[in-house]
């Protein structure tokens, strides 16, 4: 049975949502120190340390559970440096102040969203004893409070603006630990948190998107992947509130929303259905003796080296296979809780036989935990330490299950449809104490100048610059945009530059050519020279194509390397009366007539060196010479 | 209305709700909300409602008088354990044991050693501690008088049957206490200073591995006096280094510390936990312990450089001792040549170092040393300027002839040989 078409009235479910945005910066420098924002490849990496963290007391006196719980695994931290990282990104220097261009970006994006700026801005150690931050703590500072964006189905509320350091992206696990690349690291990020507000898939998706657009009109943002992330928190009245992280698009976030409720749901249907059977979750058992002549490979290879623990599940037959999201079961959840503690899975009868477990064996599991009919078994097989752990965790959730739906951390799974799993409980309060190397900053309103809006843009772009309605949006919501702007400034004809960086551009990656290696420099300077009469429209694909090729180049050489050095006009009326002589019959016979015909042999004759609206001309009055 | 108050607070339209922190400016009233963070709200234009008072502890910081642990001794009565050596922690404060004060916002030491042992579990389970806190100063702070009362306190606690001692410092003037203990001290056990250079409020401090490595030291054989910091910027061993050849040589590194002229003497690797030496030293129970603590208070350091104002040596008249921290292998400027001879004239001891650190002074190459030499300066070989003004202060008050001990090696502070590759 699936809930995938069900419609849901999200009003009377008690429906409550609210989002948390996380978006770099696209500042020149790091939050706390003078080194630059941009990605390296760990190949790059130059030099690499390592590092232990210990948890520590808050100001407060208190130590961070969460902390300590991560730390009891002594977990070796290893680091990749690179030439642009500086001691502040290793921890062996205080940090410099407050980034003054963050801090302005952050205090934009507050004004937007309509959020009262603090008086004096405090930065915070928030401790995170992973290793993804070399301090063991992110710093981060609330910027503002309290503002409000509108929907089409009402406003909805800002909880807050925070300005905080990224941190340091994870390579991979090591032996002893994990390998991070310290590249990341420091990267100003702002987190905006929606109140509570929002009451509908679609509102949820809404809200995420004029967040987006307030946060890109500032023309400094990061783009591209994983340089926004947005968690989604979601409850029903009769369900609880679950925090889902990382949907890293935002047209999924109305998806994620309806398969949570549909989960949540289905849990309390589940609920209630277990409830009135009088379900139960028995003694977790060892089992490995039922599967010692398996010809299951997983069974086979806990039978040798581990075991097979198994937990009866009185009265869920049938319960564990029901489905919570497209293609996710309870037995998927239950499963969930085994991985987190380090097994491959579960097994549960309502899915076997199958996997290579007979008919035969299902019926021997049962007799031996002591199911009947209307019971359900699940299974881990692992190496007996873990398979002790995890069979024990599978059947705390099987028990959650008789009584709520629980609070939880729940991931984006990397799929179209939208659907989560389990990560781990909700986190506690984060403990902070107050980074006591920066000094509070006192942010000046007065000196906050809030950005066009892109909204605005597409209008302005439409009236003033005379773009269509799709391009004005394309250029507007594009990467492009700030080099646009720049360009229009600097005299290019808008619908042209427009159509080189958006069209132009895109014809030529079709044609693959490595335009990704095209610096707002190449760009910019091309379009320039066009505007100068210094190179042929025609020829722009031309010294891309060898800019792309050779990035060294400035777009001056590239346009020498093309052999599109410019034509004068007399040569151009020159190769046109060539052209013109070589045809003069059909010149005599069709007067203007000839003209589309000759055009082309014209420009093939000047080869992209001359701009087609000069050879046009010159063809004109050489044609009207003759007739 | 005082910090530790739960309040809540008006201001803007907007209301929050909080624990009232101190402040370190007066127009601003520092909040911290629920979700942690600290916010400063201009104090003229909030409304203010104590809604309880006294939710939390977090008065005016510590003014060192040890009160803020009520008694709670037996969280660190660590059960003593026959098989296991003894070692003495001493505490003189510092990074190492140190938290935040609200009053500058910045770091300040208020812990004793007992503290330590709790804020360092890891170091439990490898000797039977026993704390002591001879000062709770920041390291910049420190005064001879306290290397004085240090060295009494090493002596003792050896005496009592330590078979070891650490001494949690600051790191800005370790070097110096570390060559006081050195020429002060005849030690049948090793006496390890550590500190920290990354404050101990964050989990990446490096305390807890200097703290570990420095146990580790003072349990293994080398009885001599010691520094034991990070060797490198990675978590995986701790240098050794001779209390009087050791420099810090960078501001906030974790590997500030380094042997100037050699190799560092030793290492403690961090995850084997083995402690290995590169160099001859002082063997566990080779010396009788005793200790020498007085000091000639009036010695100096100068420093010359090109510019100098000749009034800055007139101060120096009457000084017992001077120690100049000339350029290259040893000069000052020609015309300070006479000034010198006349402090000699009048008694002062006047030893000749060199800002360049590495190497050791000449004096018989170039005509102004040789001037220098027959003003009567003597030279202190390869000792660091530092070092060198201790043990003159130390030479002035124990030994008959103390400038001919400034060309000798007491403590292992001028090297025969120069061998830096060693």
Redesign the interface.
Known sequence: MSDADREYDYGELGLVAGLEIHQQLDTATKLFCACPTERREPEESTRRFTRFLHPTKSELGELDEAAVEESRVDREFEYLAFDSTCLVEEDDEPPSRVDAEAMAVALQIGAMLDLEPMDQVHVMRKIVVDGSNTSGFQRTMLVGQDGEIDTSEGAVGIEDLMLEEESAGRVEETGDGVRYSLDRLGIPLVEIGTKPDIRSPEQAREAAETIGMFLRSTGKVKRGLGTIRQDVNVSIAEGARVEIKGVQALDQIDAIVENEVARQVALVEIRDELQSRDAEVGEVQDATEVFEDTESGVLKSAVDGGKVAAVPLYAFDGLVGRELQPDRRLGTELSDHAKRHGAGGIFHTDELPAYGVTDEEVAALKEFVGAGEDDAVAIVAADSETADLAIDAVAERARVAIEAVPEETRGANDDDAGTTRYLRPLPGAARMYPETDVPPVEPDPSEIETPELLTEKVDRYQSEHGLDAGLAEQVAYGRRMPLFEEAVDAGVDATFAAGVLESTLTELRRDDVPVERLTDDHLLGVLLLVEEGDLAKEGVNDVFATLAESPELTPEEAVEEAGLSGVDEDEVREAVAEVVDRNSEQVEEQGMGAFSALMGEAMGALRGKADGEVVSEALRAEIGKRT | MNPGDRVRVE????T?EG?LMPSS?PE?L?L???????????RD?ADVEVLESDV???GEADDGSGEDDDGDESASAVEFDDDLPTVALISTGGTIAS??DYRT???TAQFDAEDVLR?VP?LAGRANYRGRVVANILSENMEPSIWQELAEAVHEEIENGADGVVVMHGTDTMQYSASALAFMLDTPVPVVFTGS??S??????DN??NAVCAVEAAKADCAEVLVCMHG?????ACALHRGTRVRKNH????DAFETVGARPLGEVDYESETVSFRREYRERGEADLAVAPALAGDVELVKFTPGMDPAAWEYLDGKDGVVVEGTGLGHVHTDLVPRIGELVDDGTTVAMTSQCLEGRVCDRVYDTGRDLLDAGVVEAGDTLPGTAKVKLMWALANLDDPAEAMGRSLAGELQEQSRPWT
């Open positions: 201001r803007a339209g907007v929050n624990v400016t601003h520092v911290k909300l629920e979700g942690g963070y600290n916010v400063g709200i201009d234009d939390y502890e977090v938290t935040v916002g910045a770091v804020a890891d250079q990354r101990a409020d964050r989990p990446s401090s807890v591995m490198s910027e990675s978590d995986d501001t906030s590194r974790r």
